[in-house]
């Protein structure tokens, strides 16, 4: 069972009212650092990229372009000869296996946003549209290495407009048995996260999450999964008839086998970095950059919108700076 500190008031939650790139490693531009005074901002020009849904495996063609000021990141999905409007917000969340899914006013769902969620926060975009011809993005190699790419090559435009950001006035925290997350005041926004898994041990990682950070530690991660988990997971896809990991592989994700990754591991600690990954996504369907600092023990979706719940939903807890 879930349990958390924050009073539900209910309160819904804030809406929504160029730097030089550095070489990075992993041959992605990054920017050390987003400057928090900036105003808001949106991409510099448009850019596509298809692949395949992790849980569908269906074939998926993604646009994402530019947008005016106030705008915040909205999905347009074509779907059943028209397309529908779904604003990246945390209220809009649905509860789906192993991914972020948000479902729309009129019923459309759009699936497994988390990763280019993640992208849009940690480069610093405000606004964006995004179309897609099926409900589930691409889940490409299971990590965010080809969103930044193209938001690397797409590049960053201000827009004239204040930005306003989500600042952490007291502690809020959420569990649930062994799993806990708290967010607590801070200048700025980082993560101190920690996973142990069977045979792996106790797997940390920690830092200010900016640009640069994003793209050299968090980004490369990839979704994973040990191959036991499959059966079960497949047996309740029928069940419920739920579509679920159609589209998982071992080009899609790190399959865990006993104490290995097939392929071995991007890096140490490769789970806890993408945990964190997931964690700064569903942080960014608040709609605004967060001021604050998160401390996150084997945390997954569920428990990270338990948290932004818990936090929007009192008012003491946040201002808007």
Known sequence: MLHHSAAHSGSPGPTRDACPPEPSRSGVSVNAVIRLDAGQSTLDEAFTLSGRGLHTGRAVTVRVSPAEAGTGIVFHRAWKGRTASVPALWHLYETQPLCTALRGPDGTLVRTVEH????????????????????????FDGSALLWCAAFSQA????????????????????????????????????IAGELALAKFGAMRWQGEITRESFVSALAPSRSFGRLKWAVPLKLYAYVTGRPV?????????????????????RGANEPVRHRI????????????????HVTARHTGHRLNHALIAALLRDPTAWELV
């Open 245 to 265: 990991l159609r589209g998982a592989n071992f080009r899609t994700t790190a399959a865990i086998l006993g104490d290995r990754v097939i392929g071995g591991m």
């Open 155 to 190: 590049g960053r435009r201000p827009l004239a407009a204040a930005r306003r950001r989500l600042s952490v006035r007291r502690t809020v925290e959420v569990r649930d048995g062994e799993r806990s997350l708290h967010i607590e005041p801070s200048d700025r926004f980082s």
């Open 116 to 139: 280019l969620m993640a992208t849009f926060s940690a480069f610093g975009i405000d606004n964006a549209t995004v179309e897609l011809d099926a409900e589930e993005l691409p889940i």
């Open 277 to 292: 990954l997931d964690l700064v996504g569903d942080l960014a369907l608040i709609g605004h950059p967060v001021l604050g």
